[in-house]
């Protein structure tokens, strides 16, 4: 992703003042803006150092979301800008409110269990997903029965079960399944490159330049 973010950013004019790598640990250069897309055990550290230095940080690192209310309150106090999002595809986001409204329609039909099932490359972490977990939230808030996300066999009835697969060179594919004895209703987004997300971060990046606070793709998008 931080290369696909790089070619998109130079294509459209921008400069690149410095780059984190792993097992990088250099001075962060000073920037308009900084784009963060490393690993679970490196996200807490990197958008810390950015609102210290009062660098604007657009986040697209998943993993970390147990430590999100320490990291926003910190952003608070020292006045400064953080973007989160678990995906910044517009597919994707488009995909986050059909979702909710399909939940909202079937909250008035306890007959169908809803699951949801996310494929990735192997060389993702993180399993589930951030967007799979963006998704059963969306469920939650519209769908009363359904109280908690959960992996693995034998789950509550309040619980929605996310199911994980590692496959190569799978760029992220999300169903959202509503199942009965009757029918199954499924609503699917499958990606097939990465420059979707990329393009999405990097006009995040531009946009954000001006902004304060905490903020994500419904500010952004204005859903």
């Given at each position: 992703m931080g290369h696909a973010i790089e070619t998109i950013a130079l294509s459209r004019g921008h400069e690149i003042v410095g780059r984190i790598d792993v097992g990088d640990r250099p001075p962060f250069p000073k920037a308009d803006v900084a784009v963060e897309f490393s690993?679970?055990?490196?996200?807490?550290?990197?958008?810390?150092?950015?609102?210290?230095?009062?660098?604007?940080?657009v986040c697209g690192t998943t993993g970390w979301l147990d430590k999100k209310e320490e990291v926003e309150k910190e952003c608070a106090r020292n006045n400064g800008t953080l973007f989160y999002s678990s995906n910044?595809?517009?597919?994707?986001?488009?995909?986050?409110?059909?979702?909710?409204?399909?939940?909202?329609?079937?909250?008035?039909?306890?007959?169908?269990?809803?699951?949801?099932?996310?494929?990735?490359?192997?060389?993702?972490?993180?399993?589930?997903?951030?967007?799979?977990?963006?998704?059963?939230?969306?469920?939650?808030?519209?769908?009363?029965?359904?109280?908690?996300?959960?992996?693995?066999?034998?789950?509550?009835?309040?619980?929605?079960?996310?199911?994980?697969?590692?496959?190569?060179?799978?760029?992220?594919?999300?169903?959202v399944k509503y199942q009965s004895a009757i029918d199954d209703i499924e609503i699917r987004h499958t990606a097939h490159t990465r420059e979707g997300f990329a393009l999405g971060a990097v006009l995040v990046a531009e946009w954000i330049r001006d902004k304060k606070g905490i903020l994500g793709m419904n500010d952004f998008l204005q859903f």
């Open positions: 690993q679970p055990e490196a996200a807490v550290k990197n958008i810390l150092q950015c609102i210290a230095q009062k660098i604007p940080v910044y595809s517009l597919g994707v986001n488009l995909f986050f409110r059909l979702n909710e409204y399909l939940a909202v329609l079937m909250d008035r039909y306890p007959e169908y269990n809803v699951a949801i099932d996310e494929t990735h490359h192997t060389q993702k972490k993180d399993a589930p997903s951030g967007t799979a977990i963006t998704l059963a939230q969306g469920v939650m808030k519209n769908l009363k029965r359904k109280k908690k996300w959960a992996t693995g066999k034998d789950l509550p009835q309040d619980a929605i079960s996310i199911h994980s697969f590692r496959i190569d060179p799978a760029p992220g594919t999300h169903v």
